[in-house]
């Protein structure tokens, strides 16, 4: 049994529908688990309309329209999603008469996306003689916390997702389940939204409930690849990553999964395979626990733009354990988050996303500190095998210096599989190039 997951763009219109039905269909007899996104931009058209409703007019017409003429060329015809347009509409004349729009409310309203684009694909493929059941997440299992609109699933889960699928999974059931992804329940019944990569943790936590042999990521590109194709075209396609690694890559700007999406298949050993919804004989790439021969020196270069630098040097108001403790209690009392960090016994250098609202933060950190906030920077980051960083290092310094790039700061992750440095940003898609053609 394998579970595959298809994001919006995979699923944006009749077209893609089809060509993803086809890809079900090849995979058939691997007995298939599908776990799909919203079509295209409904999620984004559901806001709208929340939007509106709270100014007091109801108006679903993009959703309504999008469903039934994919429906239409589809040739299917689906009550189950007019019920649905109708129980969206009457939740919107609820926010219309409230002026307000709830996290609670919000999550219930975005999971229709969902909810409508399981029963869009289950229809068609029982159409072309594929047997097919739909599954909203909780249906299949799926129970969460009630932190609305960032969701955290609970340990619940890891025997309901069998119970729920057992039939399926002893091989009782024929139909393929076709189930929701970012979307729960509480304890008491509520939707709730599973936040950033709720899809992603979707199918690892199928995929790893249910011991499946392999979790697989549908995309656009053929797997996981060395740097972005559109800084380096020459990018090539990475056949096996470790968990370590993907989790990385991703927080450093890669679209891999989500780096918590990672933690149910890590916890028993599941494989993931990024591949290929326009090229499926292609091997695509692996994640797994460890490499199955040699660690690769250099794994991928990825970026991160629109990035502030914050150096803080101590005025030695406090002692120096008292600095480190005051800087960082600042960052947890103004819930910023920090990406890349070097320290010193009197100084501290760190890296923020350039969104993060800063000012009350850098008022209280200058109570005991010489603060300055430089903008406009980039955060580079090789994934690597930093048991090689002298020799990593050496080749990376050497190509910049010869190309008059200036790094500003430099950081080994805990982890021991990334350097990452910060450069101006204007620089940072050559800084990638130049890595690239260096250490490739």
């Known amino acids: 049994m394998i579970v595959m997951k298809f994001g919006g763009s995979s699923v944006a219109n009749a077209e893609r529908i089809k060509h993803v039905a086809s890809i079900i269909q090849a995979y058939k007899n691997e007995r298939p688990l599908v776990v799909l996104s919203a079509m295209g931009d409904t999620t984004d058209h559901l806001l709208e309309a929340a939007d509106l409703a709270v100014n007091g007019k109801v108006d679903i017409e993009k959703v309504e329209k999008l469903h039934y003429d994919t429906a239409k060329e589809l040739g299917v015809d689906i009550p189950a999603i007019k019920e649905l347009l109708d129980e969206l509409k009457t939740l919107l004349t609820g926010i219309s008469m409230l002026h307000e729009l709830s996290k609670r409310s919000r999550d219930y309203l975005v999971s229709f996306g969902e909810r409508m684009s399981v029963r869009m694909m289950t229809s068609y493929l029982n159409g072309l003689g594929t047997p097919a059941k739909f599954y909203d997440a909780w249906d299949a299992g799926f129970v969460s916390d009630s932190n609305f609109m960032n969701a955290q699933l609970l340990d619940d889960v890891w025997k309901d997702i069998p119970a729920k699928l057992a039939d399926y999974k002893n091989g009782k059931q024929k139909e393929i389940p076709i189930v929701t992804g970012f979307i729960a329940k509480d304890k008491n019944g509520v939707i709730t939204t599973l936040g950033r990569g709720g899809?992603?943790?979707?199918?690892?936590?199928?995929?790893?409930?249910?011991?499946?042999?392999?979790?697989?990521?549908?995309?656009?590109?053929?797997?996981?690849?060395?740097?972005?194709?559109?800084?380096?075209?020459?990018?090539?396609?990475?056949?096996?990553?470790?968990?370590?690694?993907?989790?990385?890559?991703?927080?450093?700007?890669?679209?891999?999964l989500h780096p918590r999406s990672m933690i149910p298949c890590r916890k028993t050993g599941t494989p993931v395979r990024v591949k290929n919804s326009y090229n499926i004989k292609s091997a695509g790439s692996v994640i797994r626990e460890k490499h199955s021969g040699k660690t690769p020196r250099v794994i991928a270069i990825t970026n991160v733009k629109n990035v502030n630098l914050i150096d803080i040097q101590s005025n030695n108001m406090f002692g120096a354990c008292g600095f480190l403790a005051h800087v960082f209690n600042q960052f947890l009392k103004w819930n910023v988050s920090v990406d890349v960090i070097a320290t010193s016994e009197v100084s501290v250098s760190l890296t923020v996303n350039g969104n993060s609202k800063l000012d009350g933060l850098v008022e209280d950190l200058k109570k005991g500190a010489d603060v300055t906030v430089k903008t406009d920077k980039a955060i580079v980051t090789i994934i690597c095998d930093a048991a090689n960083s002298s020799s990593i290092l050496a080749d990376a310094f050497t190509a910049l210096n010869k190309n008059n790039i200036n790094v500003q700061m430099i950081s080994q992750g805990a982890s021991k599989v990334n350097i990452s440095m910060l450069v101006d940003q204007s620089q940072a898609n050559d800084v990638v190039k130049i890595l690239h053609s260096s250490l490739f």
């Open 199 to 256: 899809s992603d943790l979707s199918a690892t936590m199928l995929g790893a409930a249910l011991g499946a042999d392999e979790i697989q990521t549908w995309k656009d590109v053929d797997g996981i690849l060395t740097t972005d194709p559109r800084i380096v075209k020459e990018a090539r396609t990475v056949p096996e990553v470790t968990y370590e690694e993907a989790q990385e890559l991703a927080m450093f700007g890669s679209q891999v």
